[in-house]
């Protein structure tokens, strides 16, 4: 459990999904945890990569700090939803659609195109424009230096949508803010990963508490398993930097694509 939490948290702070998409798949089909608890534990998990990965991020200014914390809000209500809901849906269910999840978010990240799409500077004339609408002054406000935000309505109901998913499956929410920030809202990868992993802490707080409620968090599971994500999670955010982002990309495809074929096979069961 150590050693699995530590590639997870590894490999969560270098994405900024949080190590939930690894921790779920090696606690139910690996130690054959049930799967609420191998979401609650991966909640508590989630938390600590976030602590450990966030605070890297925040000091190399590389977070949108202004964006997160705008985005974060609906994802917070859509975590306390997905956590009311969760233990009302059949396990063989949540498997499928997790897979289903998992398949389209990889789908989607492959056929992208490689060069950054909000990395254009918008011109004088634009800027100008912009600052005559109210959204798009917003938008300005939430943007940052070398890119600019666009999509502000589709990045709300992104958000709500992670939540949910994040209490379902105890994934933090980062597998669908990653690619929604940087394919709808023009935010370089690298940005988008940072600044997903300062929000999926609180994601994962808001529906934790659910799950602690209702005894879904087992500590002996918990313990080893948050403390092998934080190790990761701390070494992985201090070479992020060092990662090339193609490679980060293709990275995230592979392990979305294995990690989707497994949760089907539990499913089919």
Known sequence: MLGGGAV???FGS????????????????GFDLPLPQAVGVSLVSVIMTSSAAAGVYLERHVANLRLGMTLELFTAIGALVGGSIAFLLDERLLSALFAGLLGYVAFSMARARSVEPGLETPTAGEMETSREEPIASALDALSGEGYRVRNLGRGVVGSTGAGVASALFGIGGGIIKVPLMHLSMGVPLRIATATSNLMIGITAAASAVIYLVRGEIDPYVAGPTAIGVFLGASLGSRLAHRIDLRYLRLLFVVVLLYTAVQMLLRAFR
């Open 8 to 10: 997870a948290g590894a």
């Open 14 to 29: 270098l994405l900024g999904l949080g190590g939930g998409i690894l921790l779920v798949p090696l606690l139910t089909l």
